[in-house]
Nanobody, 117 residues
Framework: VRLVESGGGLVQPGGSLRLSCAAS????????MSWYRQAPGKGRELVAT????????NYADSVKGRFTISRDNAKKTVYLQMNSLKPEDTAVYYC???????????WGQGTQVTVSS
């Protein structure tokens, strides 16, 4: 099982980034996918979730209207489009997979996002 995040980096306030998470080793289409983040000195926070099947996406209030989660089941990849970035979005962003049918839950290694001028 592997979840490999990419796309992080340094961006100025107001800028955009797109994170990607490439999955392998499990039936991607049967898993809800989420992005979490952890800022220095803080706990891990759920940012956005996209279900495995038909259903609505969910977002943390702090990112609603700015971030968009999407998935491509053919490519086994989940994305997080982040617009209008703020310094408080600075964190390590983690990809998470949760099985629809079992307790299987997997994490990626994280990718750093830094929003600073």
């Amino acid at each position: 099982v592997r979840l490999v995040e990419s796309g992080g980096g340094l961006v100025q306030p107001g800028g955009s980034l797109r994170l990607s998470c490439a999955a392998s080793g499990f039936p991607f289409g049967s898993y809800a996918m989420s992005w979490y983040r952890q800022a220095p000195g803080k706990g891990r926070e759920l940012v956005a979730t996209i279900p495995s099947a038909v259903g609505s996406t969910n977002y943390a209030d702090s990112v609603k209207g700015r971030f968009t989660i999407s998935r491509d089941n053919a490519k086994k990849t989940v994305y997080l489009q982040m617009n209008s970035l703020k310094p408080e979005d600075t964190a390590v962003y983690y990809c998470n997979a949760q099985s629809r049918w079992s307790a299987n839950n997997y994490w990626g290694q994280g990718t750093q996002v830094t929003v600073s001028s």
